[in-house]
């Protein structure tokens, strides 16, 4: 029998998951407004805009390599340790290796802590997002979702407001590493005080009181194969990858690779292209064009959960799929920065392409039963990471092809976006299902 937590108890673990998620945000956020000029700096001489812009897609594929390792491994952590612990793992992990960033000398170097900075990154959604689904009743779950979903985006307009009053440029960007380490005493307050899921809890204790003394049973799967057997493994990912969870597991990872693909080889590219034309004359217009999408974000990414709830789970991904695409190949090839219709575009861009984000916070753990329900979010959310820094690298690759064509990358990142509108209708609609 499940205990349930408290209400002061719900409301910290939401407010540190939340917490968590902005500073995971700020991260994010943190290479598109900086990633200029922190090549201005560790190039020097060899600096063109065309090598820059193929660093940025360097260090959003290692950022997004980490992620999608961190969210399985640390994912698969949280349903064998539980979801508290493995939460404040992550956070103390993305800010410790951020901080770290203050040393680096060279883009080799800042490569390799992008990477192990998204193995905490990738690690904190899965785990956050499942434990607050878990503590909050069912009737609360849609607005909670679009709380958590709105997290990330938060944090990426509280960075870009911090870099619109201290512009950064080649002089001055370290001091942003800095600010992000200071998120490990969150972390470690999550370690030492935070309440476990209660539903992680009487899954842990059914699983050790029916476990038999010898070997778990030979060719177990599924729910009630795993509770009759009392197998121990939970959180394993070979058993999302197999009947009868395998079908989900692939209906969940490319629901969530569309949006992040089309984000990151994308849509995030109107920041360094706006760095581009605004340049030294307008350094912090960068940090407002982040500041608007982010804004905008915000508000879809808070807004996904209810659009879904009341739309229902596939009509909304088609609708948000489409309204996407139009958007996003609006902002690259219907306007341009410093245009006056630009920062409007943009806005409604980050409000409608953050709808996903709100949506699969609700949908991913609706997908699979307890004793996985953390590994498969996270197997659902970072395998997409995979084909993300996949695409970002492809991206990279055709910018340069281009001719250091901002527009064009953009658009051709953007079409991506399309295939949600195919691809959702041949996901189960689990509207009305309790966790």
Same mark, same amino acid.
């Given at each position: ?87 404040? %793992? ?22 390799? #802590? ?26 609360? +779950? ?112 490319? #629901?969530?690779?569309?949006? =992040? ?26 940090? %407002? ?9 915000? #508000? ?28 996003? =190949? ?24 953050? $709808? ?5 916070? $609700? ?9 996985? +329900? ?19 690298? %492809?991206?990279?690759? $055709? ?37």
């Amino acid at each position: 029998m499940t205990t349930s937590l408290s209400h002061q108890a719900r409301l910290a673990v939401l407010l540190a998951a939340f917490a968590g998620l902005v500073f995971a945000g700020v991260q994010l956020g943190l290479m598109p407004v900086a990633s200029l000029s922190v090549s201005r700096s560790l190039l020097g001489s060899e600096f063109s805009n065309t090598l820059a812009g193929d660093w940025f897609g360097r260090f959003t594929a290692s950022l997004m390599l980490g992620a999608a390792v961190g969210g399985i491994a640390l994912g698969s952590l949280g349903d064998r340790i539980g979801r508290t612990r493995a939460m404040g %793992i992550s956070i103390v992990w993305y800010s410790v290796f951020t901080g770290l960033g203050t040393l680096v000398r060279t883009q080799e170097q800042m490569l390799v #802590l992008r990477f192990l900075v998204g193995l905490g990154v990738g690690g904190m959604w899965p785990n956050g997002v499942v434990l607050v689904s878990e503590c909050w009743q069912n009737a609360s +779950r849609p607005l909670v979702a679009g709380i958590m979903g709105a997290g990330i985006n938060l944090g990426i307009l509280l960075l870009s407001q911090l870099s619109r009053l201290w512009p950064i440029t080649s002089d001055s960007w370290r001091w942003m590493f800095e600010l992000g380490a200071l998120s490990a005493v969150l972390g470690i307050l999550v370690l030492w005080f935070l309440p476990e899921s209660p539903k992680w809890l009487a899954t842990r204790a059914s699983r050790r009181k029916t476990s038999p003394p010898g070997p778990p049973v030979p060719g177990a799967s599924g729910e009630s194969a795993d509770s009759a057997a009392g197998n121990p493994r939970a959180g394993s990912v070979g058993e999302l990858f197999r009947p009868p969870l395998l079908r989900r597991t692939l209906i969940g990872i490319l #629901l969530a690779s569309i949006p =992040l693909i089309g984000a990151w080889a994308g849509s995030k590219w109107m920041v360094p292209w706006a760095d581009q034309v605004a340049g030294a004359a307008h350094p912090g217009y960068k940090a %407002i064009v982040q500041g608007w999408w982010a804004l905008g974000a915000t #508000l879809g990414s808070f807004a996904g959960a209810q659009v879904a709830h009341w739309l229902g789970r596939r009509c909304s991904y088609f609708l948000i799929s489409l309204g996407t695409t139009a958007l996003t =190949l609006a902002m690259f090839q219907l306007t341009a920065p410093l245009q006056a219709s630009f920062l409007p575009v943009v806005f409604a861009q980050g409000l409608v392409a953050t $709808l996903f984000f709100g949506w699969l916070p $609700l949908y991913l753990p609706e997908l699979f039963p307890t004793r996985v +329900r953390a590994t498969g979010a996270g197997v659902a959310m970072n395998f997409g990471r995979f084909g993300t820094a996949a695409g970002v690298l %492809i991206s990279g690759a $055709l910018f340069s092809l281009l001719g250091g064509s901002y527009p064009l990358v953009g658009a051709f990142g953007a079409l991506i976006y399309a295939v949600g509108m195919i691809a959702i209708w041949g996901a189960p609609d689990t509207g009305g299902q309790d966790l």
